[in-house]
């Protein structure tokens, strides 16, 4: 960001601070007084568990040219700090607004700028990764780095943007209705993306139709006529959002027809897969490395977007072969005793873990596979049962040899594979990922292959650098490997 003073204190509605100079340049946005940098803008945002009001003056005195302060706050200052604030009537609608007048202008500058939003209950991250790859074929690109996919997290995105960026890639979450509609408002995006509509954040929604009607916020908010819906034919929750986009929309699928599929399947577990891309253009075999059938999905959502910047199977074949699982999202470890890790403990979600399951069963080539599964947050009433069907879920593959639960309802999981069938002898319940990690530890050996799969809240990567220290730091599989 290289607005003037004046220029941000116009978008806010509010007068320049007396005390500073109205054509000065701000190098940035920050909302962490410990990391704000020289010149940039400070915004005091009121957190669950700190406020930034409290640590205005340790901004500035870190080099912050301004400040953005609620307005009943300003008496709290003294005067030679009060003279560096702009008063606002909240903080966090001020960083919001800040963040769509600024993408806006950055839109307007150059023809052709266009953001593309990707939303889900699952696979958002990977799709979003696959179409800032595809995109980056041919253009300059800005893409959401780590959790940035919230009220906080997108504005600080956008704020990124520059002369440099020719599109813009951002991923959008929620938890509560009216929350997407708030980031679509923010970034008016050309592009939506909906990956699918499934079981999470229950404890804030009474039905997963609730839940599809918070995730067709984004295609609702879409920029006008000439944008473009990008819709899962497959999940019939978000097929139906396209009654409701206000441009063009794009399907893609593996079941059900569809702009964009995928036929002749090879999946080849956490080594990826190989499929026939069938698209208006015609049929293409593409080899994609980033593991498991979800992922397809995920890639033919990403190629649809792409499409819109007539990027297609071309550039797919070249980008395909380079893509790597993002950490913690599905990347395959291997150890120095011969065992290998797939490390998915970023989140999980029912549909995410099935699929995570899935995807250890079909793994070709291991004398056991293991499954560590943390318990699932956010599932309100209905976690004791989609937990048990998790576990009856991962018996029924036939292709487990152990199945490990890890903190509260992960019991469930335990439990629901013993009743479908699954020797108790080969199942644990563990109350911290801890006592999971010292147990895995003491089991894993040559030839085995160990899912971790859960919640940040449980912690289970904690499971993941257990293992490294004992066994040594892990590499990742080569291409010659992965093709074998």
């Known amino acids: 960001m290289r607005w003037t003073v004046v220029q941000v204190a116009e978008a806010l509605g509010v007068a320049p601070p007396a005390g500073l100079d ?14 704000v940098q020289p010149g940039e803008l400070f915004l005091a945002i009121r957190g669950p568990r700190h406020d930034g009001h409290d640590h ?10 301004a400040g953005v302060v609620a307005r009943e706050r300003l008496a709290e200052y003294p005067e030679e700090t009060r003279v560096r604030l702009l008063g606002v009537e909240d903080t966090l609608r001020a960083l919001q607004e800040l963040a769509r007048q600024y993408c806006n202008k950055w839109r307007e500058a150059k023809p052709g700028r266009r953001v593309a939003a990707v939303t889900g209950s699952a696979g958002k991250t990977t799709t979003k990764e696959i179409l800032a790859a595809l995109l980056a074929a041919r253009f300059r690109v800005l893409k959401s780095e780590g959790n940035l996919n919230n009220e906080y997290g997108l504005p600080l995105t956008l704020f990124r943007l520059g002369d440099e960026h020719d599109v813009a890639v951002v991923e959008v979450g929620m938890s509560r209705r009216g929350e997407l509609a708030r980031l679509a408002e923010i970034a008016r995006p050309e592009v939506g993306v909906v990956t699918n509509v499934a079981p999470v954040h229950l404890e804030f ?23 473009t819906a990008v819709l899962n034919a497959d999940d019939p929750r978000v097929a139906a959002f ?33 499929f026939d891309y069938v698209s208006p253009e015609g049929r293409v075999r593409l080899e994609l490395t980033v593991p498991g059938h979800h992922a397809i999905s995920n890639a033919l959502a990403a190629l649809a977007a792409a499409s819109v910047w007539d ?11 380079s893509l ?71 018996a029924k ?13 992960a019991a469930e999981i335990v439990n629901g594979a013993v ?54 730091a892990p590499g990742e599989f080569s291409g010659e490997e992965i093709r074998h």
């Open 22 to 35: 109205a054509l000065a340049r701000v190098a940035g946005v920050s909302i962490d007084s410990r990391t």
């Open 56 to 65: 205005v003056t340790a901004a500035l005195a870190r080099g912050a040219a």
């Open 205 to 227: 929604f009474s039905s997963v139709d609730e839940i599809a009607l918070a995730k067709r916020e984004l295609i609702e908010g879409l920029n006008g006529h000439e944008s």
């Open 242 to 274: 396209g009654a409701f986009a206000p441009g063009r929309v794009l399907t893609y699928g593996i079941e059900k027809p569809a702009f964009f599929m995928a036929q002749e399947i090879e999946d080849r577990g956490a080594f990826g897969s190989a």
């Open 311 to 321: 990027i297609g199977a071309a550039e797919a074949q070249s980008v395909f072969r």
């Open 324 to 394: 790597r699982a993002p950490a913690m999202r599905g990347e395959l470890l291997r150890f120095s005793n011969g065992a290998a890790l797939i490390n998915d403990s970023y989140n999980s979600s029912p549909a995410a873990l099935q699929a995570m399951t899935e995807l250890l069963a079909a793994t070709p080539n291991y004398r056991r596979r293991i499954l560590a599964a943390g318990e699932m947050r956010e599932l309100g009433a209905s976690s004791k049962e989609l937990h048990r069907e998790a576990g009856e879920f991962a």
């Open 397 to 409: 593959t036939g292709r487990l040899d152990w199945i490990i639960g890890v903190s509260g309802d």
């Open 419 to 472: 009743a479908s069938g699954f020797s108790p002898d080969q199942t644990k319940f563990f109350e911290t990922p801890e006592a999971a990690a010292e147990f895995l530890g003491g089991i894993i050996v040559s030839g085995d292959l160990l899912l971790v799969k859960g919640s940040r809240g449980v912690k289970m990567e904690r499971i993941v650098e257990s293992l490294i220290a004992q066994h040594s």
